[in-house]
């Protein structure tokens, strides 16, 4: 087996973060080479460094073929990197031939050569076993059948390296299997792939070799064979707890949020209880199903069955509305397309969810920035004046407006998804810092988070899930990185 | 692993003063073209008389041809400020004006009545285009044109393809308010009926609905950002039929004053109302997309575009010269304010371009100390 790619010493800077850190990597023909780590490990910026997206700082070095090489996005396509991303690309009502060969039709004096980019998408979805019609409409393929497509794409544009980010996320079994199987067929080809997945079974049935990042650096690279899963998740674990937010714990009270056998968007039978002062932790790996619970407590997705009950009353939560109602608050994990209004200021934005409980017909654009300005003040928030517009803020006080909004329905139950998404460490610690004074004020927080020092150092309790469902619950001494990510990853036949 | 910041947005944007007034940019178009035609005016005749343009028996004229189709404009910008976009109102303003002079003519059923007839039934045709697109995910484009079509459909059917004439029982809605009262330059009567007082009055609910209430708000939540707006516990789909269910009845009454004026029920009394209030409300200042814009704009648009016919006329230029110069004014007015930000984000770029070309000339010569400032340059505009 022959290298094809290397990587030697290469780091990625943006403003305030190191995401990569001196990584050092190689490809083999005919291998497959596993990239594992946590959420934030650097597994997307390093694909996004080998796609050409993202240029690494300078320093590094990059070997393709013997060469030394600079990539970018159109130079790493015409080496043969083909990266098929976790989201399919696809032209949903072209059929499989066409979306192979979009951008790279087979044309002869100018007409398509329908017959010739037929039989070459015929034999190569022959060449990988799948029984997909070539006439068929992408719309009408599943999930794992269009990802199939994605690869015989990259293979019939002669590619060298394909590197497949989570390619089986929400798949069910039978499909993942499929999948396995083409990867391996790839790789006999001489095509190196990068495989990168969360789910550790899915490593040892179809990786050759497995490099581990933690924090932006390579703590091991392995065998499959000589690995155990044990040392594997050992690996990816590994923080100094020491460097962690230390917050300050507060008396529980009474339970005032209990979810009883929820199903309902994606998750399934769920029950959890929720005490006055207490942040139970939500953990587990992207796609599991965390933040649709949240959309279904909280009205936003219908709830197939099951209940909750709120200070021991049954609750119907029809619509977010009747959930800001019954004192609920929800955090959303992407602020700016779903917690914000972008053109409006500050003002408009804090008075917004409040809507949904007050009586009055009439607003009056000088209460509203006063109130602003209230939040302002209490969040700290860096901004010229509440009739700043939210669009020109940073992250960091953009979250801090979304806070401000909520505080200002006066609720009870805060869910909080995803709450230092992309926010500089100062905003971090003013975060959590009034996260505690809600709990403080007798509030109770959900806390949905991919981000493990985040879980570990904020939450009472901690709930992991797997697939949709709770694999398992946390608390006191047991909340630690390798008992949390032992159960988010957990073995598919479970 | 998640993606930082981008910093280019949080850095301190100079707005333009046309983007922080967001009406001034039309206005001032507005302005330059009303000047326009007033010098024209003065020069042709030397100076010797004053211009007919913006004498007030001319400026009560406009007000009248404009009353009508800024009454649908108001609710016009509702619908679009919302997200929305109504094609039918042209015909719907047709059937209701038919339906009224059959109510008053044929059916006997008192004027009264028969206002309710019309307006009642635009009211309710347009609650069932917007409870169609509050509850499907079709777009409003589509619904409305296929609305335009059925209405058309329903007024040939009630009139047999035929105009209905009335005996001027809405003469009361032409009256003039105004007494006897002369303009004061040319001597001539000034005529202000009762339906440009309603219009000016509804303008002014309009506008303080849209800026003073709870609803208002909400329509701009909407249009600004519907998921979110839902996740605010604003109730997306009823606030979107209500803003067809007010678009009704402005239809029905704007119909109503466009009839009294005409004394003719007929399919042809509405037609363009659409091209002309959506191109009133554009010149305003509202994005198609929804979330901007607001009264005080829309009624600039439409004056601008009432008075661009009327100075053509004043300026004895042909009527197919008046339809050019409309739609190039309304081409002019709507890309001004996009020229104009293309502008000052030009300028911006210029701005950083020269500082980046003195931190690197600055690093060149000082080497490390250099690098430092770039960086906290970065944690300056993060704020």
């Known amino acids: 087996m022959d290298e094809i790619l290397r990587l030697s010493h290469v780091s990625k800077t943006f403003p305030g973060v190191r995401a990569l850190n001196d990584i050092s990597f190689d490809l083999k023909r005919g291998e497959v080479h596993c990239l594992c780590g946590e959420n934030g490990a650097g597994k997307s910026t390093l694909i996004k460094i080998l796609s050409g997206a993202y240029q690494p700082d300078e320093g590094g070095q990059i070997v393709f073929n013997g060469k030394e090489a600079s990539l970018n996005p159109r130079s790493a396509l015409r080496m043969g990197i083909h990266t098929i991303y976790q989201e399919h690309i696809v032209f949903n009502d072209l059929d499989v031939t066409e979306n192979i060969f979009a951008g790279s039709e087979i044309v002869r004096n100018g007409l398509m050569q329908r017959k010739e980019m037929r039989r070459q998408t015929e034999n190569v979805l022959k060449y990988l076993k799948s029984d997909i019609p070539p006439a068929a409409r992408m719309r009408n393929l599943t999930s794992g059948q269009q990802k199939i497509v994605e690869i015989a794409k990259a293979l019939i544009s002669r590619s060298n390296v394909i590197i497949l980010d989570e390619p089986t996320a929400s798949f069910s079994s039978n499909e993942i299997e499929t999948v396995l199987d083409v990867v391996r067929r790839v790789k006999q080809e001489g095509v190196g792939v990068i495989y990168i997945s969360h789910h550790l079974d899915e490593v040892f049935a179809v990786g050759d070799r497995a490099t581990v990042l933690r924090d932006g650096r390579v703590v091991g690279a392995y065998a499959v064979k000589d690995l155990s899963k044990t040392a594997l998740i050992k690996d990816m674990v590994g923080r100094d707890p020491s460097t962690f937010y230390k917050r300050e714990r507060v008396k529980t009270g009474e339970v005032v949020l209990e979810v009883k056998n929820v199903s309902g968007n994606g998750a399934r039978n769920v029950s959890f209880e929720l005490r006055r002062g207490e942040i139970l932790g939500v953990a587990g790996m992207v796609g599991s199903g965390r933040s649709e619970l949240m959309e279904a407590l909280f009205g936003a997705a219908p709830l197939v069955y099951g209940e909750i009950a709120i200070n021991g009353r049954s609750i119907k939560q029809s619509s977010p509305k009747s959930a800001i109602r019954n004192k609920m608050c929800f955090i959303t994990e992407d602020r700016q397309s779903t917690g914000l209004f972008l053109p409006k200021t500050i003002a408009e934005n804090v008075a917004m969810a409040n809507m949904a409980t007050t009586r009055a017909i009439l607003v009056r654009p000088s209460d509203e920035v006063s109130t602003a300005e209230k939040f302002i003040k209490l969040l700290n928030i860096k901004a010229p004046s509440a009739r700043a517009r939210v669009v020109n803020l940073s992250g960091g006080n953009q979250q801090k407006v979304v806070l401000g909004k909520w505080f200002n329905t006066g609720g009870e139950i805060y869910i909080f998804d995803e709450p230092s998404h992309g926010i500089d460490v100062g905003a971090k610690q003013e975060i959590y810092k009034t996260m505690v004074d809600l709990l403080k004020a007798g509030k109770a927080i959900v806390m949905v988070s991919s981000d493990m020092p985040e879980v570990i150092s904020m939450s009472d309790r901690v709930i992991v899930f797997r697939r949709g469902e709770i694999a398992g619950e946390l608390a006191g001494d047991a909340i630690t990185e390798e008992n949390i990510l032992t159960l988010s990853i957990g073995d598919r036949e479970q | ?383």
């Open chain 2, 1 to 383: 692993m998640s993606t930082p910041d981008s910093r280019g947005s949080a850095l301190p944007a100079k707005e333009s003063l046309f983007k922080r007034h967001e009406n001034l940019t039309v206005l001032s178009i507005f302005l330059g073209f009303v000047v326009v035609v007033v010098l024209i005016q003065l020069i042709s005749t030397g100076g010797s008389r004053f211009p007919t343009f913006i004498s007030p028996v001319n400026i009560v004229n406009i007000l009248q041809q404009v009353a009508v189709p800024g009454t649908v404009a108001i609710s016009m910008t509702m619908v679009m400020v919302s997200g929305g976009i109504d094609l039918s109102v042209g015909m719907l303003a047709s059937l209701v004006s038919i339906i009224v002079a059959l109510g008053v003519s044929q059916w006997r059923l008192g004027v009264w009545p028969s206002i309710g007839l019309g307006v009642g039934s635009a009211v309710v045709l347009e609650t069932v285009l917007g409870l169609i697109i509050s509850r499907t995910r079709i777009e409003p484009f589509i619904i409305t044109l296929g609305g335009m079509i059925s209405f058309q459909g329903i007024a040939l059917l009630l009139c047999n393809s035929r105009e209905v004439v009335m005996q001027g029982e809405l003469n009361f809605l032409t009256a003039n308010l105004a007494g006897g009262a002369r303009d004061p330059v040319t001597g001539l009567i000034l005529r202000i009926p009762p339906y440009v007082v309603s219009f000016f009055v509804i303008a002014l609910i309009g506008g303080l609905v849209l800026a003073y209430t709870r609803y208002g708000r909400r329509i701009y939540a909407v249009g600004t950002n519907p998921r979110a707006a839902f996740l605010a516990g604003i109730d997306v789909r009823n606030m979107r039929l209500s803003v067809y269910m007010i678009q009704g009845l402005l239809v029905g009454i704007g119909a109503t004053m466009l009839l009294a004026r005409i004394n003719t029920g007929i399919i042809t009394l509405g037609q363009g109302l659409e091209i002309d209030t959506i191109a009133m409300v554009v010149i305003g200042g509202t994005a198609l997309s929804g979330g901007k814009g607001n009264i005080v704009g829309t009624l600039i648009g439409v004056f601008f575009l009432g008075s661009i016919a009327n100075a053509m006329n004043l300026l004895r230029l042909p009527s197919e010269v008046q339809f050019l110069a409309k739609g190039v004014i309304v081409i002019v007015a709507v890309s001004a304010g996009d020229i104009s930000s293309q502008i000052s984000d030009f300028r911006t770029l210029r701005r950083e371009r020269m500082r980046a070309h003195d931190l690197a000339i600055a690093a060149k010569k000082g080497g490390k100390q250099a690098q430092g400032a770039v960086q906290a340059d970065f944690q300056d505009s993060s704020v």
